[in-house]
């Protein structure tokens, strides 16, 4: 289970690293998108005429920066960095497009080359940079490793949360993307070569440092939020545990209440038909006895039992009180047969049978009458209520237990009905077929 959970936080981590790698690189990728669009949609552009002639010939001065002139005595200024870039040499013939000067007397400034020497002047040829599927493609991996690295660090706290150890994860998260913003990969403009960030020359490139701040910021976020989520889930958890925990104590203790007492008692009775020689009537007491008991034990805490089990529970536990109680005790049992599939929670019926017997008189001159029918989808037991004389005390652990079992089991409540001559309990049936 362990083993499961963490490569569900492996999956988890690794499909959110991926949002995050796109939406750190979303704008890269829309203006390669829109550059994709432009070139299939777009017409060729007719080649721009110069108003003057087309070649000159580039003269450069000692301190590094040159002039195209032209035959007649005009000129275009070329920067140095331009000349170094280009890779133009004294002498060439240059066919190139340019900008107006700036200022009245000023020189034009060449734009852009068209051709050297009487060939089309070839870019590519300056820049030898990857494509930029390929530039894309290292992007995505890299923001991708990142996000998953921090992420990793982070989410592990969930397991054991607090704000030090959340605060120290975060700390090791910035060293870490310190340590991974050194070595992203980037691309040298005059080479086209794909190097370290650290050896660029260009350490604090704002446009990356953006980059991995906002991956960093993400990450953080999510690392929170989800570390406050397995928080919430294990605490849900951890409350239902303890919710079965307190059910299985109660229903013990009830076990606990039910084996001296009546354990006792049905001994005595047992003893009393051995005594009065009724062998027939002590072998069936027997068996009622030891199926109450074996009920109990084997099906106590199941969720769920059917009515018709239950039933028959009731048939064995009440034979019991008849032979203790003979020809005083009475049981008026009314079932829909409908009802029998429908369930309810193991052993509902045992503490109302019992509580009615300790608490009210059973004489001979005023026979008790225990009820148990259904009524539209519910379980109603009722009794009069005879109180004896000198009653005796009672704890309410059967009857709040039961209410809490319905409510845990079910989701549902039960209805207690007492007006002062009858008291009555209302349990509503679950039906399988709607609840699967």
């Given at each position: 289970?362990?083993l ?11 499909l ?18 829109v550059?994709?669009?432009s ?25 590094g ?13 070329v ?7 280009l ?11 340019f900008?107006?000067p ?5 020189h034009?400034m ?15 040829l ?7 599927g390929?530039e894309?493609?290292l ?11 921090m ?38 403009w ?5 190097l ?21 910021v ?5 690392g ?9 889930q ?6 239902e ?7 299985t104590?109660?229903?013990n203790?009830?076990?606990g ?19 009065e020689r ?18 109990i ?8 039992m059917?009515?018709d ?16 109680y ?13 009802y ?18 300790k ?49 845990l ?19 509503p ?8």
């Open positions: 289970m362990k499961q959970s963490k490569y569900a936080d492996v999956v988890l981590n690794l959110v690293s991926v949002a995050i790698s796109l939406v750190v690189n979303f704008s890269y990728v829309l203006l390669m998108l550059d994709l669009n070139e299939s949609s777009a017409q060729p552009a007719p080649k721009r005429s110069l108003t003057r002639m087309e070649e000159g010939r580039l003269v450069v001065h000692p301190d920066y040159g002039y195209i002139v032209y035959a007649n005595g005009d000129s275009v200024y920067p140095p960095q331009r000349i170094n870039r890779r133009l040499a004294p002498g060439d013939r240059i066919v190139a497009e900008t107006p700036r200022r009245h007397g000023g034009p060449i734009q852009k080359v068209l051709a050297r020497n009487g060939h089309e002047f070839d870019y590519t300056l820049y030898n940079r990857p494509s930029q390929s894309l493609l992007q995505l991996i890299y923001f991708l490793v990142v996000s998953f690295v992420l990793s660090i982070l989410t592990s706290v969930r397991h054991d949360y607090s704000m030090s150890r959340y605060v120290k994860r975060c700390l090791w998260c910035c060293l870490a993307a310190a340590g991974l913003y050194c070595v992203a990969p980037v691309t040298e005059h080479t086209g070569r794909i370290p960030n650290c050896t660029s020359g260009r350490m604090f490139d704002y446009m990356l440092l953006l980059k991995c701040s906002f991956a960093v993400v990450s953080m976020l999510y929170r939020i989800y570390v406050l989520l397995s928080q919430r294990a605490v849900e958890v951890e409350n545990r303890l919710k079965n925990e307190n059910l104590t109660r229903y203790m009830l076990v209440q039910i084996n001296p007492h009546f354990f006792f008692n049905s001994l005595n009775s047992l003893a009393m038909l051995v005594r009724q062998d027939e009537k002590a072998l069936t007491y027997i068996d009622q006895l030891s199926y109450t008991f074996r009920y034990i084997q099906n106590g805490q199941s969720a769920l059917t009515l089990e239950e039933l028959k529970f009731v048939e064995a536990y009440s034979y019991l009180f008849k032979i203790r003979a020809d005083k005790l009475f049981f008026d049992i009314d079932i829909d047969p409908k029998l599939p429908w369930r309810l929670p193991a052993l509902s019926l045992q503490p109302l049978i019992g509580n009615a017997v608490h009210n008189t059973i004489t001979r001159s005023k026979p008790f009458h225990i009820s148990i029918r259904t009524d539209g989808g519910w379980l109603e037991v009722s009794n009069p209520k005879i109180p004896k004389l000198e009653p005796e005390p009672s704890t309410g652990i059967g009857l709040e237990n039961l209410r809490n079992r319905w409510q089991i079910t989701g549902r409540q039960i209805e207690i009905l007492d007006d002062g001559e009858t008291f009555r309990v209302r349990m049936l679950q039906n399988p077929e709607t609840s699967r």
